[in-house]
């Protein structure tokens, strides 16, 4: 279950919320994973607003955007991670409202170590994780 984190310059984006929805969803069409509340509900994205000052290029342009998606080990392949590159870089630029943003959007994957996942309390694995789904899958 991914976590992503966006920071930008306060004012780029007009909707922070369903900036950090479109992402959510996004990701979780990536990692393919079923459509149920333990992914749903553990799926988010945080959107930062910093100051113009706070952010610098080594050139000192501070007009960029990060976005960081952690995401368990192993879940997304190559051909998953050139998708989720350019659709989260698709989104922010369509949420700023400026297609010139797409030169300047930096999207990271990092893969969090197995039992790096914490929920409830719990530091889960991979396995914890697909014992869950499959539980819940068998409730519907």
Same mark, same amino acid.
């Given at each position: 279950?991914?976590?992503?984190?966006?920071?930008? &310059?306060? =004012? &780029?984006?007009?909707?922070?919320?369903?900036? *950090? #929805?479109? $992402?959510?969803? *996004?990701?979780?069409?990536?990692? #393919?994973?079923?459509?149920?509340?333990?992914?749903?509900?553990?799926?988010?994205?945080?959107?930062?607003?910093?100051?113009?000052? *706070?952010? @610098?290029?080594?050139?000192?342009?501070?007009?960029?955007?990060?976005? #960081?998606?952690? &995401?368990?080990?192993?879940?997304?392949? +190559?051909?998953? #991670?050139? =998708?989720?590159?350019?659709?989260?870089?698709?989104?922010?630029?369509?949420?700023?409202?400026?297609? @010139? $943003? +797409?030169? +300047? @959007?930096?999207? $990271?994957?990092?893969?969090?170590?197995?039992?790096?996942?914490?929920?409830?309390?719990?530091?889960?694995?991979?396995?914890?994780?697909?014992?869950?789904?499959?539980? *819940? $899958?068998?409730?519907?």
């Amino acid at each position: 279950m991914p976590m992503i984190d966006v920071y930008a &310059t306060a =004012g &780029t984006f007009k909707s922070k919320h369903a900036l *950090a #929805q479109d $992402l959510a969803e *996004a990701v979780m069409r990536w990692e #393919q994973v079923p459509a149920i509340p333990l992914f749903a509900d553990n799926t988010a994205a945080f959107v930062h607003d910093l100051p113009a000052e *706070a952010i @610098s290029n080594a050139a000192g342009d501070s007009n960029y955007v990060r976005v #960081q998606v952690l &995401t368990p080990i192993g879940i997304l392949d +190559r051909e998953k #991670q050139l =998708g989720v590159v350019k659709e989260l870089t698709e989104i922010v630029t369509a949420a700023a409202g400026d297609p @010139s $943003l +797409r030169d +300047r @959007s930096w999207v $990271l994957i990092t893969e969090s170590p197995e039992g790096g996942w914490g929920i409830d309390g719990h530091a889960n694995t991979t396995a914890d994780i697909a014992a869950a789904a499959r539980a *819940a $899958l068998a409730t519907d």
